[in-house]
């Protein structure tokens, strides 16, 4: 419980700093942010609304802490589109992301869990060779030219799966599924890549340790050893890592989903970019960091609950 | 006491049998050689440059030359890689693409390295309330930002452009850049040969540039090849959406974007600058590997 409580109070600073950081974003704006927005031509009592809207007429530190004010009722303002509240897109959109996010997660460790277990085991082998080859190929893929390749094959040329055209889940599942196959694989290729050389190295490391030479000793069969007493070890590096996964998918979604026209929350991001719609940039990021942060700190308190030795140690 | 002599002049003797044999930096190169992917991958790299530096020279087209009679064309003898919608032709746009995606590689990785090495050394080597509550906190939270999502609303405040887009992509890779020089600084901080320095009286900053960055260097270097593979990579991301490199200047990523267009009409045109930047990154990635296991000595067989 201390743990959990000093890892909740450490994330504070980390959460503030995150939150100033968003708050500038509007101000590394060259030049005057409400030309830069409304456009020259706009008339003076336009400039004067979204100048106070904005709250830029106020001093810089006030401006943030009513900014913060609002962001911790939850209101990250309305977008300078439509004026629609920022937090109901975001909302409306985060979904289809995380859908997709995990799907490509499980992709990812689909192809890495097995073949990073078979190249750390037969080290040196052919299979090794072959499966370290094929993840420093996967890693140097760009995942939305694999989209890209993906379109061409499946939905050009043998006219298996749709190009676009999500659906949401709740009106037809399977329809939905269809148009996420190709996205999910494009994106949990990579993502395969990374987490498959990172299983390798931590299973090198703990199959090397006393604990499963003695499993060994006992007598039990080699699968036994690697999936529950090495396996689970060696697992650990990768879940601790998941907030930094997830971080690099949220930005690569942000470019597959355009590619599939998913209406997702990464081609929110890129649409309020082009739309020049700042507050809905600012709330997006914000969200986004908020959920790496909220990831990393779920990750750190699971793993204090599993194993003994972060709490003893690591938060000291 | 009399012990800080003792460690210099074993250290020195040490350095001194291990030089007659080899220098380290041969021995660097003779175990990287012995690497055939890492080698593979020097040699994708060095044609890359090649190409760059003498793109002028060896392009069958002008790469902006626009002959609109010829667009849309699949690969041919006169075209080997076809044509783009503007009838220019892709194999000379693609050489001149190796340009721009090494200078991505650079300027990116150039930005990270002068944010990154400074603060790196200057943080862990005098460590306390200033390291551990600001410079690291900071570099927490910018780590909690997806990267790739940082770069683009970088580049979308700054405006659209390479340069612009090269900073973003840079201050999203300075973290990681400070995070190892800082590691590596508190461990050689420590060591026998840095403290006999300080005790003889050398400043700060001379310690900081003769003694703990040269040690740095191994880490650094790895982490360098390796973050230009990503700079391309998410060069050719920004490029894709539009907020990298701006037209006409050949960029891959931007021509895949032009691709996605014709994608049923005119598929070739998603092959080639899709491959160029998958080859790129590919020679960085296997360099930097096959760099980190020859400085690695845990990783040697």
Redesign the interface.
């Known amino acids: 419980m201390a743990f959990i409580l000093r890892r909740l109070v450490l994330s504070i600073p980390i959460l503030l700093l995150v939150s100033i950081m968003v708050f500038s974003l509007i101000h590394l704006i060259p030049g005057d942010p409400v030309t830069v927005i409304l456009g020259l031509e706009a008339t003076p009592e336009a400039e004067q609304a979204l100048r106070r809207e904005l709250g830029l007429d106020r001093p810089l530190v006030i401006q943030y802490l009513a900014w913060l004010g609002n962001v911790l009722q939850g209101d990250l303002g309305r977008s300078l589109v439509d004026r629609s509240p920022v937090v109901d897109e975001i909302f409306r959109r985060l979904p289809v992301t995380i859908e997709l996010a995990l799907g490509s997660f499980f992709v990812a460790l689909l192809i890495a869990v097995p073949t990073g277990l078979l190249s750390a085991t037969r080290r040196g082998s052919v299979v090794d060779y072959g499966s370290t080859m094929l993840a420093l190929g996967g890693m140097s893929l760009p995942s939305f030219w694999l989209a890209m390749m993906f379109i061409i094959v499946f939905a050009v040329k043998l006219q298996w799966l749709p190009a676009s055209g999500y659906v949401p889940f709740s009106e037809d599942p399977r329809a939905n599924l269809t148009a996420m196959l190709m996205p999910m694989v494009a994106t949990g290729i990579r993502e395969s890549a990374v987490l498959m050389r990172m299983l390798r190295s931590s299973m090198l490391e703990v199959l090397h340790s006393d604990y499963v030479r003695t499993a060994h000793g006992k007598g039990l069969t080699e699968w036994v050893v690697i999936t529950r007493h090495a396996l689970r070890n060696a697992l650990v590096p990768v879940v601790t890592s998941s907030g930094l996964l997830l971080a690099g998918l949220l930005g690569g979604l942000a470019i597959t989903e355009t590619i599939f026209t998913i209406p997702g929350f990464g081609r929110l991001i890129v649409e309020a970019i082009f739309e020049r719609d700042f507050v809905m940039v600012q709330g997006a990021i914000l969200v986004s960091a908020l959920l790496v942060v909220l990831v990393n700190l779920v990750v750190d308190i699971l793993l204090a609950l599993i194993d003994p030795r972060i709490k003893a140690g690591k938060g000291a | 006491m009399s012990t800080s002599a003792t460690p210099q002049v074993r250290a020195g003797r040490q350095i001194e049998t291990v030089a007659r044999h080899e220098t380290p930096l041969a021995g660097f190169l003779r175990r990287f050689k012995r690497n055939k992917?890492a080698v593979g991958g020097a040699f994708i790299l060095a044609t890359m440059i090649v190409l760059a530096v003498f793109a002028p020279l060896v392009v069958p087209y002008d790469p902006l030359y626009q002959d609109l009679e010829h667009v849309l064309e699949s690969e041919s003898a006169e075209h080997l890689m076809g044509t783009d919608d503007l009838g220019r032709d892709m194999l000379s746009r693609i050489i001149y693409g190796t340009q721009l995606s090494l200078q991505a590689a650079i300027y990116a990785v150039g930005v990270a390295f002068l944010i990154g090495v400074p603060v790196g050394l200057v943080s862990g080597y005098y460590r306390g309330f200033w390291d551990e509550?600001v410079v690291m906190?900071?570099v927490?939270?910018?780590?909690?930002?997806?990267?790739?999502?940082?770069?683009?609303?970088?580049a979308?405040?700054?405006?659209p452009g390479f340069g612009n887009a090269m900073i973003a992509i840079g201050i999203g890779f300075s973290p990681a850049f400070i995070r190892i020089v800082r590691a590596q600084v508190m461990t050689v901080a420590n060591q026998e040969y840095v403290q006999a320095a300080r005790s003889v009286g050398v400043r700060d900053w001379q310690i900081l540039l003769r003694h703990v960055l040269p040690n740095s260097l191994a880490p650094l270097l790895v982490q360098t090849t390796l973050a230009m593979?990503s700079a391309i990579?998410a060069e050719?991301?920004l490029s894709?959406?539009?907020?990298g490199a701006q037209p006409p200047r050949p960029s891959w990523g931007q021509m895949?974007a032009t691709?996605?267009g014709y994608?049923?009409l005119a598929?070739w045109l998603?092959y080639w600058?899709?491959f160029a930047?998958?080859?790129a990154?590919?020679g960085f990635?296997?360099v930097g590997?096959g760099v980190r296991e020859a400085l690695d000595p845990r990783l040697r067989k």
């Open positions: 992917l509550w906190r900071i927490d939270a910018m780590q909690a930002f997806p990267f790739l999502i940082l770069a683009l609303a970088l979308a405040t700054l405006g593979a990579l050719a991301g894709f959406l539009g907020l895949l691709a996605q994608i049923s598929p998603a600058p899709g930047i998958f080859l990154v590919l990635n296997l590997d």
